[in-house]
């Protein structure tokens, strides 16, 4: 489907039905029975003729290689209509996404069973990005390793992500030590950002548009959030720019596989 037609599936409620499937809400006190699956391995020579190469130990803020490639990374998740745009944004265009989730909003367990074959798929992959968004140097290591291990077991639990190496600070914030624990958990890649729809802010739909003309480039690792309802409106036109520009989405496990 092309943007004009997601856009008018938007128009007229897919994203509302997506929000109304899931409007209870998964148990998260009790495990899901749906077993956790790993993501479907990228293919060697993925979107954009991308090549997968393993996910490195240590920091990474820009795609590997040099390609058309471009990878959209949406972090948090507060508001559920905007999770499930993204998700329908997917399913409807093929658009390939790479989730930063906090298991603390209930958005992504009432979304999940929509996510669950994009997942399986490998059309989405996720990073851990802790439980509930504190900045990680002000806390122990125990602490640390609290707020990503809770997290990780909501994602396999909720979301069926067995494993990602990927892991993303909040608010950016992190130094060796918050690294390390990060790896002792499993998440041993830490992603950074080379741009970003600059949302971290209260932000216009217009904002939203002219960060991405600024930052939609090849090999970009661009940083969004699932919180701000200008979002959803401005989706058509960030895949025009993408179309425009010639770029691929892929998703980090497109990039980086995971370590054995």
Do not use: K
């Not at 699956?37 to 993925?46: E, F, L």
């Not at 991405?212 to 409106?233: K, R, T, W």
């Amino acid at each position: 489907m092309d943007r004009r037609g997601f856009l008018y599936l938007l128009a007229a409620g897919l994203t509302g039905a997506a929000v109304g499937r899931g409007a209870t809400g998964l148990d998260l006190a009790e495990p899901d029975p749906r077993p956790a699956r790993a993501p479907v391995p990228a293919d060697p020579t993925g979107p954009g003729g991308i090549v997968a190469v393993p996910a490195p130990a240590g920091v990474v803020d820009r795609l590997p290689g040099d390609g058309p490639q471009i990878a959209l990374t949406i972090d948090d998740g507060s508001n559920g209509e905007v999770v499930a745009a993204l998700v329908a944004l997917c399913r409807e265009t093929g658009t390939r996404l790479t989730f930063f989730p906090n298991g603390s909003y209930r958005t992504w367990g009432d979304n999940a069973r929509d996510l669950w074959p994009l997942i399986e798929s490998g059309q989405v992959a996720f990073g851990n990005h802790t439980w509930s968004h504190p900045d990680l140097t002000t806390l122990s290591d125990a602490e640390v390793a609290e707020e990503l291990q809770r997290n990780q077991d909501f994602m396999r639990r909720t979301l069926g992500v067995s494993a990602t190496p990927f892991w993303r600070p909040p608010f950016g914030s992190h130094d060796e030590r918050v690294d390390a624990v990060a790896a002792d958990v499993g998440h041993p890649t830490t992603v950074m950002w080379n741009g970003t729809f600059d949302d971290g802010r209260v932000v216009s739909a217009e904002d939203l548009v002219a960060a991405a003309e600024q930052d939609f480039a090849a090999q970009a690792i661009v940083v969004g959030h699932a919180n701000q309802l200008p979002l959803v409106s401005v989706l058509d036109r960030l895949l025009e720019l993408v179309e425009t520009r010639r770029l691929v989405t892929v998703t980090l496990a497109d990039a980086w596989s995971a370590p054995a």
